[in-house]
């Protein structure tokens, strides 16, 4: 009798456990999935941003409208990648737009009444500041997948993964981090 009353409390013990760990993956993916949720409220507000600095720039540039029908053009790739579920092409696109984000105080300079248009300031200022929030979201969401693949990787943790691996293991990708460089960083030894 008292063997069997070990076992049980025994069983309820690994029961509680299992689902603790369960509920602290899952709790983590749905971190990363708002943390690419927010990347993407980012990425909308930057493109809106931009429609709106072309309607400004309109009137001083003919020469640069072609940076900012690129900007239009890369927006469209991204959306389609996204749609598609190409995730490296999609990030491809969105950091090409902010490359040409970087560019723009150059262009700036080169039109005076641009410079001075107030309308054109706030927007520059907003673009900066978009571009900052972006690149925090950004780590914010690979930061969690790293406490996630850590998490996921640890001894208890990962029996439960391979037992409910349809559901917790997740393969998520970088923002700005390529395949190489990700290896590289997990296969990183010190050296005594």
Not at 10 to 37: A, C, D, H, S
Not at 40 to 66: A, G, N, P, W
Request: proline share 1%; net charge neutral.
């Amino acid at each position: 009798m008292e063997i069997l009353l070990i076992l049980i409390i025994v069983l309820i013990v690994l029961g509680f456990w299992f689902i603790t760990v369960y509920n602290k993956l899952i709790r983590m993916i749905e971190e990363v999935n708002n943390n690419n949720k927010q990347i993407d409220i980012q990425l909308d507000r930057r493109f809106k941003v931009y429609e709106s600095l072309i309607e400004v720039v309109k009137k001083y540039m003919d020469y640069e409208k072609t940076t900012l029908k690129d900007v239009v053009a890369l927006r469209g790739q991204a959306q389609k990648a996204q749609q598609s579920g190409d995730v490296k092409a999609r990030m491809n696109a969105e950091d090409s737009i902010s490359k040409i984000g970087a560019n723009l105080n150059l262009v700036f300079e080169n039109y005076p009444d641009l410079k001075a248009d107030k309308n054109a300031l706030q927007l520059q200022e907003e673009i900066v500041n978009t571009e900052n929030k972006l690149t925090f979201a950004k780590q914010a969401f690979n930061d969690s997948i790293e406490r996630y693949e850590a998490t996921r990787k640890s001894f208890f943790e990962s029996i439960v993964v391979s037992m409910m691996s349809a559901k917790l293991l997740k393969q998520f990708t970088y923002w700005g981090i390529t395949d190489e460089e990700r290896t590289k960083q997990e296969d990183y030894k010190v050296k005594l």
